[in-house]
């Protein structure tokens, strides 16, 4: 028994890991996913061993279409089947709402990857982004030049790497304490904002710069990441920490990279075998970045982490894309019937905006923000479609300015604030949920409200890295409300189906301490 496709991916025996190092999944001819033979776990009989769909392309398996699996580096057909997930007869397509393809990248998400570009127009798109964007970083007088894929496609071939989905560039900091770094970096931040770039904060060392169709959703993104020096080391988060000596970066050298000449480091050999190991030149559509834990600890340390879970979110949101609209919550439903007409509420992590759009339906002026961008277009779009004025807003809660922002604005705005937590709390880590408590403490006045939604138990498949199987037990919620000068009334308790099973969900009302109740 050789290689063999089913309903849960790609099944393979010992002696095939052997023989085949990394191979590719086509659906209807158009790769969708590359993987290491080496990373298929046990199953079923002895010897036998799978490849599991992975989680973001799982979701978009409903249809019937021809699978192959190729061996990546030789091109060879391992297997060919046709496979029919669900009921439906239709071809599979793992698209977006722009029609593009999309493959599974580095970070097992679903992005459009260049090699799904047939037209080369957001090639052409990407490359006047990226000339932009170094001419606005260089203009603060920061080195600016490619790395990662960039760099990597530009030494291997002179252009993309098929299947990368970004442009990546780093400036060099002359800055070494954490401390100065970040600061420089919230500085670029913000003259690149004044410039009119779209940026979103991934640390305190990297920035990534969104560019949007015209019909709004994201078309094509840059990363900009710090490089320095510090201690006779070279660093770059999110991954390299590297005994390479300054002149490898500096002065910095040019590269041919699709047609334009791009600064690149003084020796992009050795920055790359920094990077990727000494096999760099060896093509590999399946890498996956393994940083290690004394170098993640100490960018965490340095730098913290704006996206934590952010790819889980991702994925999530796509597949709810990929499925009909949903309708507002009972827990919305109970929480608008205590609200005033034309109140002012504010939905924290609101998704693709369901709840948003029904408050906003009866009346009430609504801002709601996610961190999840996708979701906010999708929420903005669905908004628009109803006819409802929301405002919608990409907001981060572990990047505490952004909160901060909203705090001083509602403050400022002077109006009575309600605000509503459905499963938002029991999804963050602890110093994010005393943020959005503090948020709460800052802007509630005496007869403002807030409506909080908590799964009360551990599910039975808890996971530290899944939020979604996490829970805020009751005396937690006391003890924060507390701290914050919240009073906190339980109102509401029930049993609740979930993919972790059976859940008690808690709903509460919160309101100023010493505030009058009706």
Same mark, same amino acid.
């Given at each position: 028994?050789?290689?063999? #496709?089913?309903q849960r991916g790609?099944?393979?025996?010992?002696?095939?890991?052997?023989?085949?190092?990394?191979?590719?999944?086509?659906?209807?001819?158009?790769?969708?996913?590359?993987?290491?033979?080496?990373?298929?776990?046990?199953? *079923?009989?002895?010897?036998?061993?799978?490849?599991?769909?992975?989680?973001? #392309?799982?979701?978009?398996?409903?249809?019937?279409?021809?699978?192959?699996?190729?061996? /990546?580096?030789?091109?060879?057909?391992?297997?060919?089947?046709?496979?029919?997930?669900?009921?439906?007869?239709?071809?599979?397509?793992?698209?977006?709402?722009?029609?593009?393809?999309?493959?599974?990248?580095? !970070?097992?998400?679903?992005?459009?990857?260049?090699?799904?570009?047939?037209? *080369?127009?957001?090639?052409?798109?990407?490359?006047?982004?990226?000339?932009?964007?170094?001419?606005?970083?260089?203009?603060?007088?920061?080195?600016?030049?490619?790395?990662?894929?960039?760099?990597?496609?530009?030494?291997?071939?002179?252009?993309?790497?098929?299947?990368?989905?970004?442009?990546?560039?780093?400036?060099?900091?002359?800055?070494?304490?954490?401390?100065?770094?970040?600061?420089?970096?919230?500085?670029?931040?913000?003259?690149?904002?004044?410039?009119?770039?779209?940026?979103?904060?991934?640390?305190?060392? %990297?920035? &990534?710069?969104?560019?949007?169709?015209?019909?709004?959703?994201?078309?094509?993104?840059?990363?900009?990441? /710090?490089?320095?020096?510090?201690?006779?080391?070279?660093?770059?988060?999110?991954?390299?920490q590297a005994e390479?000596?300054?002149?490898?970066?500096?002065?910095?050298?040019?590269?041919?990279?699709a047609g334009l000449?791009?600064?690149?480091? =003084?020796?992009?050999?050795? !920055?790359?075998?920094?990077?990727?190991?000494?096999?760099?030149?060896?093509?590999?559509?399946?890498?996956?970045?393994?940083?290690?834990?004394?170098?993640?600890?100490?960018?965490?340390?340095?730098?913290?982490? %704006?996206?934590?879970?952010?790819?889980?979110?991702?994925? &999530?949101?796509? =597949?709810?894309?990929?499925?009909?609209?949903?309708?507002?919550?009972? &827990?919305?439903?109970?929480?608008?019937?205590?609200?005033?007409?034309?109140?002012?509420?504010?939905?924290?992590?609101?998704?693709?905006?369901?709840?948003?759009?029904?408050?906003?339906?009866?009346?009430?002026?609504?801002?709601?923000?996610?961190?999840? !961008?996708? =979701?906010?277009?999708?929420?903005?779009?669905?908004?628009?479609?109803?006819?409802?004025?929301?405002?919608?807003?990409?907001?981060?809660?572990?990047?505490?300015?952004?909160?901060?922002?909203?705090?001083?604005?509602?403050?400022?705005?002077?109006?009575?604030?309600?605000?509503?937590?459905?499963?938002?709390?029991?999804?963050?880590?602890?110093?994010?949920?005393?943020?959005?408590?503090? #948020?709460?403490?800052? /802007?509630? %006045?005496?007869?403002?409200?807030? !409506?909080?939604?908590?799964?009360?138990?551990?599910?039975?498949?808890?996971?530290?890295?899944?939020?979604?199987?996490?829970?805020?037990?009751?005396?937690?919620?006391?003890? #924060?409300?507390?701290?914050?000068?919240?009073?906190?009334?339980?109102? %509401? /308790?029930?049993?609740?189906?979930?993919?972790?099973?059976?859940?008690?969900?808690?709903?509460?009302?919160?309101?100023?301490?010493?505030?009058?109740?009706?």
């Amino acid at each position: 028994m050789g290689t063999s #496709l089913g309903q849960r991916g790609i099944q393979l025996t010992i002696a095939e890991i052997g023989r085949h190092t990394t191979v590719s999944v086509l659906i209807d001819g158009h790769r969708v996913w590359s993987a290491r033979t080496a990373e298929a776990k046990e199953y *079923g009989r002895p010897g036998s061993l799978l490849l599991a769909w992975p989680d973001a #392309l799982r979701v978009r398996l409903h249809g019937t279409s021809d699978f192959s699996v190729i061996d /990546t580096d030789t091109d060879e057909t391992l297997v060919r089947r046709r496979l029919r997930f669900g009921t439906s007869a239709a071809p599979i397509l793992v698209v977006d709402s722009s029609g593009r393809r999309l493959s599974v990248n580095k !970070w097992g998400r679903l992005s459009a990857s260049f090699d799904g570009d047939v037209e *080369g127009d957001i090639q052409e798109r990407v490359l006047a982004s990226t000339q932009r964007v170094i001419s606005a970083v260089e203009d603060l007088g920061r080195p600016t030049f490619i790395v990662g894929g960039t760099l990597l496609g530009a030494i291997r071939s002179g252009t993309f790497l098929p299947n990368d989905d970004d442009v990546d560039l780093a400036y060099l900091s002359e800055h070494s304490h954490p401390a100065d770094l970040v600061l420089e970096s919230y500085a670029i931040e913000r003259d690149l904002r004044d410039r009119g770039f779209e940026v979103l904060r991934h640390s305190g060392a %990297h920035l &990534q710069i969104l560019f949007r169709l015209p019909n709004g959703e994201t078309d094509h993104y840059v990363d900009i990441f /710090t490089a320095f020096f510090k201690d006779g080391e070279f660093f770059e988060p999110i991954h390299m920490q590297a005994e390479l000596p300054r002149d490898a970066i500096t002065p910095l050298s040019t590269v041919s990279f699709a047609g334009l000449d791009l600064p690149a480091p =003084a020796d992009p050999d050795a !920055w790359l075998a920094a990077c990727y190991g000494p096999q760099w030149r060896t093509p590999d559509p399946s890498f996956r970045f393994r940083t290690p834990r004394a170098t993640r600890r100490r960018f965490y340390g340095w730098f913290g982490e %704006h996206s934590l879970f952010r790819s889980l979110w991702l994925d &999530q949101y796509a =597949a709810a894309a990929a499925g009909t609209v949903q309708p507002e919550s009972e &827990q919305a439903r109970r929480f608008a019937e205590q609200l005033a007409p034309g109140s002012l509420v504010v939905d924290v992590g609101c998704g693709d905006g369901a709840d948003a759009r029904y408050f906003a339906s009866l009346g009430h002026r609504v801002i709601a923000f996610d961190f999840v !961008w996708p =979701a906010i277009e999708r929420a903005r779009a669905l908004a628009t479609d109803a006819g409802v004025d929301v405002d919608f807003r990409v907001l981060n809660v572990a990047d505490r300015r952004d909160i901060l922002g909203l705090t001083v604005e509602l403050v400022a705005g002077g109006d009575s604030v309600n605000f509503f937590l459905r499963h938002s709390l029991d999804g963050l880590v602890d110093s994010d949920r005393l943020t959005i408590l503090e #948020l709460m403490r800052r /802007t509630m %006045h005496p007869d403002s409200i807030g !409506w909080l939604t908590t799964f009360g138990d551990s599910a039975d498949g808890f996971s530290p890295v899944d939020p979604m199987s996490w829970h805020m037990p009751l005396r937690d919620q006391m003890r #924060l409300a507390l701290e914050n000068d919240l009073h906190l009334e339980l109102l %509401h /308790t029930e049993a609740a189906e979930t993919p972790y099973g059976e859940r008690v969900v808690l709903e509460s009302i919160l309101r100023r301490r010493g505030a009058r109740t009706s």
